[in-house]
């Protein structure tokens, strides 16, 4: 079967590549200029073909490399994992700086949490790479998924994802009144860690 991302997916893992050595990059840069280092990870992950075929259906579009890679925004997906929320938003101010790059959208789930105490920060970025893009354009423009978090953020979602997937789970409702509360804890360790680190650098 031909791919869902057509004769556009061997560029998909390049752009991801790219992507994640600018972050890597001012996360360097950031190193140099102040000693500390501001990222904790990266990781990078290209949408399984089902799941953007799934998705493509459940938004009402074709599934097909159009929809995968215009209407359909997280074909590439970056994470950049911080340990304070400050870094979190350093990096999203270098994201906006960088050369060839333009911002499609923003989401600010850390200031404004989702219902259920998901926390992060979203960004859509669409790049300019060497590659032809399913406009036709060189060098063509590449949607990019990045979300911003920091670990605490991370650990929980990672359970709360855990949660969302997995079939027959007893006492589903409890455990997701659990995780509420929990992620509300987290962020005040989060504002807390956050407190006590710039005490510490202004003393």
């Known amino acids: 079967m031909e791919s869902l991302y057509g004769p556009y997916a061997p560029f998909l893992p390049k752009v991801a590549e790219d992507v994640e050595t600018k972050i890597l990059a001012i996360g360097e840069a950031e ?23 799934e998705k493509c259906l459940r938004r009402g579009f074709e599934p097909s490399a159009y929809s995968a890679l215009r209407e359909i925004h997280d074909s590439v997906g ?12 350093l990096i999203a101010d270098r994201l906006r700086e960088l050369p060839d790059t333009r911002i499609v959208s923003e989401k600010d789930y850390v ?13 859509i970025l669409e790049i300019k790479e060497p ?9 063509g423009g590449w ?7 920091t670990i605490a953020m991370d650990t929980w979602a990672s359970l709360e994802h ?27 360790c989060d504002v807390s860690m956050q407190t006590i680190r710039n005490l510490i650098h202004a003393s």
């Open 31 to 53: 190193r140099e200029r102040t000693g500390h280092g501001v990222i904790e990870h990266v990781r990078t992950r290209i949408k399984a073909e089902e799941s953007m075929r």
């Open 78 to 89: 970056i994470r950049v994992v911080t340990r304070f929320i400050d870094e979190l938003f």
């Open 111 to 123: 200031r404004s949490a989702k219902p259920n105490g998901y926390r992060s920060y979203h960004m």
């Open 131 to 139: 590659f032809t893009d399913i406009l036709g354009r060189t060098p």
């Open 143 to 149: 949607i990019v998924e990045v979300q911003l978090r």
């Open 162 to 188: 855990e949660l969302r997937y997995k079939q027959d789970v007893a006492n589903e409702r409890l455990i997701a009144q659990e995780l509420k509360r929990v992620a509300d804890e987290l962020a005040s």
